[in-house]
Structures are given as structure tokens and as C-alpha cells.
């Protein structure tokens, strides 16, 4: 079974076009779902469980995926569907919801900001991009928005907090540039791919959640709740979008959407939670959304594409010259 290439119309390195626009707005879904984890993990799940919570969010779902599919992965895709799920869901999601439960979620926002930044310096050596200075202002750019949003004057910062945080930034961008390297097998389906990951991540999190957690925790309304809304909907709705996105867009476009997430969830936290906004961070979301609307905008052409037509131009000078001018 042949891979595709994961580059459509926009190719590896340009930015959203006209007719990406969709495709772009669909994918963007997938971050602005999952800026709702953060106030559903601490206001219907019960507390100190991080791993159940990502089992929860992935294992089921990705059953269900290849239930309805009836699509396995074949040949090297085994391995692959395996590394890509453990990166992408079965080490992603318990440092997120680590992160989530030990810091504020403020500073765990702004560290899973730091991902464009990775994905930018992955794609030299994966992906065999050159290394955009534009691309990293504006990751930092973004990062700098997010903080500005999301942090406040009395945050706490907790060790262990902050490396479940970047190691979930870290783990986050090297499935997503290694999904836009590998593509997607031909004749399969986003939501078998998707079921793929999100079964072999839910697996790898099997033993190690009950190992490390002990029993489930008891689940009431509220959290079976917010365990189907993660499930379903931030889980297997969510991935299909994203990585369908990821095999259409580039790969740093597409990892820029991602500051959607704390932009959401501090609006949910303003809406719900009643928590203000002010100048600054109202300051900080301009720059967020500015840094993610730079990363859709195609890459501007080299300096040097456009002398190469003169050469050609001057065997013709010197014909027209010999010729007396006709």
C-alpha cells in the first residue's frame, strides 16, 4: 500500500490560497474544539485522574472508528499508525491534561503555544524545509499573544506542570510533522487514519493509566458528559479535521491554527467563569490572531526568481543588432 504524498494543492512550504480557504476553516475546527478541554477537565471530570482522561478521550472513540471503517493498517503503516498515535494521543494528551490539572491554565496554554515554534525547526530535518525567520517572528509573535492573554499577574509555576506542558508541545508538533512526512496510505479514509492513531494511543495508555492511577474514578452525569464531549467530539470529530488538514495544508500553517485553543478557552473562562479581559490581554489576542492569520498567508516569492528571463533576452538583442534592426 503506497503513501500519499500529504501535499495538496497548496503544496509543502506556501500558504492558504482561495480554494484552501475551506479547508482551512474546516481544519481550524479541531483547535477551537479543543480550547473547550480546559474548563470541561476542571469542571466535570473528576480531579486527579490525567491519564483516564486521555484514555477516555481516545481509546473508545478510535474503536468505534475502526469499527465502522473496518480498515487495519498494512505493512510498514503498522509501525507507523503506532509512533504517530503515541505521539499524537498516547503521550500528548496525559501531558496535556498534567499540565492542565498542576498549572493555571494560563501557563499551560502558553506553553502548548511554544508548538508552532517546534514545528518550524522540525521541518528543516524532517520535512527538508529551509528555516523561515518570518515563520519563527510570528511563532514567537503568537506565543507572546497567548502569554499576554492567558497569564496572570499571581500565576503559580510547578516543575512538574511546566515539562508536562512543553513535553506535550514537543510531542504534539513531532506527530504533526511527521503525519504531514508520511501522508496518509492511499485508499484509506481520514477517519480510519484517525481511528488508527486514537486506538493505538488509547492502547500504549491502557496499562499505564492503571498502573499509575489505580481504579477509575467514580463517573457521574457531569463527567460522563464531559467524557463523551472529549471523546466524540474533541476526539474523533476533531482529529478527522485535523489530520485530513494536515495532509492538505502546510504543515506550519496548519501548526499555527493551534493558538486557537487558549484563545478559546480564556473567552469560555470570560463567558462562563466570569474572569475579565483587559487592554492587555484584549492586546495579546490581537497579536494571536495576527500571528495566525501571517501563518495561512503564502510565503513571499525568493528575490532572486525574477532576473531569470534576462539571459535568454540578449542572444535576441544581438540577432536584432547584426540584423540592422529587423
Do not use: C
Not at 2 to 16: D, E, K, L, Y
Not at 106 to 123: F, H
Request: no cysteine; aromatic share 6%.
Amino acid at each position: 500500500m503506497t503513501s500519499r504524498a500529504g501535499r495538496g494543492p497548496s503544496g509543502g512550504t506556501g500558504g492558504v490560497r482561495h480554494g484552501n480557504l475551506p479547508r482551512t476553516a474546516l481544519t481550524a475546527l479541531a483547535p477551537l474544539v479543543w480550547g473547550t478541554t480546559y474548563i470541561v477537565t476542571t469542571e466535570l471530570l473528576p480531579s486527579g485522574h490525567p491519564l483516564f482522561a486521555g484514555l477516555m478521550r481516545a481509546l473508545p472513540a478510535g474503536l468505534i472508528a475502526l469499527a465502522f471503517t473496518r480498515t487495519l493498517p498494512r505493512g510498514a503503516w503498522w509501525a507507523r499508525a503506532a509512533a504517530l498515535g503515541v505521539l499524537n494521543i498516547g503521550l500528548f494528551l496525559p501531558l496535556l491534561f498534567i499540565a492542565a490539572e498542576r498549572l493555571p491554565g494560563g501557563v499551560a496554554a502558553t506553553l502548548s503555544a511554544a508548538q508552532p515554534l517546534i514545528v518550524a525547526v522540525l521541518a528543516v530535518g524532517v520535512l527538508h524545509e529551509r528555516l523561515s525567520l518570518r515563520r519563527l517572528f510570528w511563532g514567537v509573535t503568537g506565543a507572546v499573544g497567548v502569554g499576554l492573554v492567558v497569564i496572570g499577574p499571581n500565576a503559580a509555576l510547578d516543575t512538574v506542570g511546566i515539562v508536562a506542558g512543553l513535553g506535550s508541545a514537543a510531542m504534539m508538533a513531532s506527530g504533526l510533522t511527521l503525519t504531514k512526512r508520511w501522508g496518509r496510505p492511499d485508499g484509506v479514509g481520514p477517519l480510519a487514519f484517525a481511528g488508527w492513531q486514537m486506538t493505538a494511543g488509547g492502547l500504549f495508555l491502557l496499562p499505564v493509566t492503571f498502573l499509575a492511577e489505580g481504579a477509575p474514578p467514580a463517573i457521574d452525569a457531569n463527567a460522563a458528559a464531559g467524557y463523551l464531549w472529549l471523546g466524540v467530539v474533541g476526539g474523533l470529530i476533531t482529529y478527522v479535521l485535523w489530520f485530513q488538514g494536515i495532509g492538505l495544508l502546510p504543515v506550519t500553517s496548519v501548526a499555527v491554527l493551534a493558538l486557537l485553543s487558549p484563545l478559546v478557552a480564556a473567552t469560555l473562562g470570560a463567558v462562563v467563569l466570569d474572569q475579565t479581559l483587559g487592554p492587555i490581554q484584549l492586546a495579546g489576542f490581537a497579536l494571536a490572531l495576527a500571528a495566525i492569520v501571517a501563518g495561512q498567508l503564502p510565503a513571499p516569492a525568493p528575490k532572486s526568481a525574477a532576473p531569470t528571463a534576462a539571459p535568454a533576452a540578449a542572444p535576441q538583442r544581438k540577432r536584432a543588432a547584426d540584423s540592422g534592426g529587423r
